[in-house]
């Protein structure tokens, strides 16, 4: 799965780097606690959050997550956006809840990257 | 690789949304060195799991970062309250930080855990009232 897979899958639209959009997806982390991501995100890695704030695309550079998807339509700020393009990371927002963005990656094969799925 | 590098970084505790800046400059700087993904990745989640811990609890402080043949040493240097239990502060899931910290997406309990987790050695010290110094080594 590629990052342009997920978009289509998602109904998400991209709002940075759309250079970066046919990186290879293995994994998906989906949480609003950073310090969950920082402690259980696997490599090549998609995080879904419901959280907005800077710190999310920090912690997705220090884990070099794929792209990160915000769930429930939200929108970056400006400042979140341009912090994206300098880590070159893209960013998705997808109308659908977490839950459901979840399960309908799931439902395509992907998976958390541990044993238990 | 020369003998041994330093750097040296203050970490602010005015904007949280900055936290993570030292951090993210090692992280630069270990890929052009040439350091393998798995060391950088390591060395990246310690550090920024250590200074937003720095900006949550400790008011900033001074980060020192050695590179050597060998290891890599990360210096946490705060003055902040300190750590009353150290042992507790240890375990996964305790934690102390204020629920506007939570509300940023941190303050899990999982930031010194994952410190030791992603290192060879860590070793705090700590004076309530007078700060904290965790040193944290990844051997290369």
Do not use: W
């Not at chain 1, 290879?24 to 995100?41: I, K, P, R, Y």
């Not at chain 2, 200074?51 to 609890?57: D, F």
């Amino acid at each position: 799965m590629t990052v342009n897979d997920v978009i289509k899958l998602l109904d998400a639209t991209p709002l940075t780097c759309e250079d970066k959009l046919d990186t290879e997806v293995l994994s998906a982390c989906g949480s609003d606690m950073m310090s969950d991501v920082l402690a259980f995100a696997k490599t090549k890695c998609v995080l879904l959050t419901g959280l907005c704030n800077p710190q999310v695309i920090r912690t997705a550079e220090m884990m070099d997550i794929v792209c990160i998807i915000f769930v429930r339509g939200k929108k970056p700020d400006e400042a979140m956006i341009e912090l994206s393009r300098d880590m070159e990371i893209p960013l998705l927002a997808t109308p659908h809840r977490m839950f459901s963005a979840c399960g309908i990656l799931y439902e395509q094969g992907l998976r958390g990257g541990t044993e238990h799925g | 690789m020369a003998d041994v590098l330093e750097f040296t970084y203050e970490v602010s505790d005015e904007d949280f949304t900055r936290a993570g800046e030292a951090s993210s400059d090692v992280k630069k700087k270990l890929k052009k060195l040439g350091v393998s993904p798995d060391v950088i990745r390591r060395v990246s989640i310690a550090l920024y799991e250590g200074e937003i811990n720095m900006v949550i609890h400790a008011n900033g402080g001074i980060i020192t970062i050695r590179i050597s043949e060998d290891s890599i040493t990360m210096i946490l240097d705060d003055k902040g309250p300190g750590i009353p239990d150290v042992e507790k502060a240890m375990q996964a899931g305790y934690s102390t930080a204020p629920d506007k910290v939570r509300n940023l997406g941190f303050g899990a309990g999982m930031g010194l855990p994952n410190m030791k987790k992603n290192t060879d050695s860590i070793d705090i010290e700590t004076k309530i009232g007078v700060g904290t110094k965790v040193t944290m080594v990844i051997n290369l």
